[in-house]
């Protein structure tokens, strides 16, 4: 193969490269401005409007409804026909969980991956932290019969009895190597891993990607004058 093949095949690679690097930093960063970029929902059209992430129905008034989003909580009366939105006391992103009390249809629960659970005696009027004794991600959430709280972390089985958390640890079997390698991937790729500075980080990469291959471009340009 002669030097312009392989100067040509290089030329080619590097450009699919470049195509699918500058797809990747404009995804990042629509990503981590996606609020300032396209305007949230207004409340009225329901949750449907946003990214449906979990629900609730009443077990003694089927007709209720909670659901979980990535804009805050919905509650219908009308088993599902129509919505209304709870007014939560901290900004949702991610409302993973939501439910009520069996035995209580006023009484929710809403669980928020970076705030917490919250609790709500009032229909959502007002809304009170839990103290949840761990800060490991919330897997699962369940309220039992007897209202008793159930929460499933890394950790293990968490549960929470007349306002008394007790846990059950985890086995203490190998963890996959895969499973840990992945957490990693994703942590590393959405910037959880970078903690605080994760946003900031992962938009400077972005930005260094862009200008990386547009510079590159100008240059192959001048190149081939």
Known sequence: MTTKKIRSLHRQIGLSASLWLVIAALTTLVLNHRKQLFPPAP?????????????????????LVLVGTDGGVFFSETGGKTYTPVSLPVEATQVVAVAFHPNEPSHYYAVLRQQGIYSSLDSGKLWTKINFPSKAPIQSFQVGFDGTLSVLTTEGLHRRVQESWSLTPASQQP??????????AYNLHDGTAWGPLGLWIT?????????????GIVLWKKQSE
């Open 203 to 215: 938009d400077l990469l972005s930005l260094s990607i862009l200008g990386l291959v547009g510079s």
């Open 43 to 63: 409340q009225n059209a329901g949750p449907y409007g946003h990214y449906l992430l979990s629900h609730a129905i009443c077990a003694s008034q089927p007709e």
């Open 175 to 184: 963890v996959s190597p895969q499973r840990d390698f992945v957490r990693t």
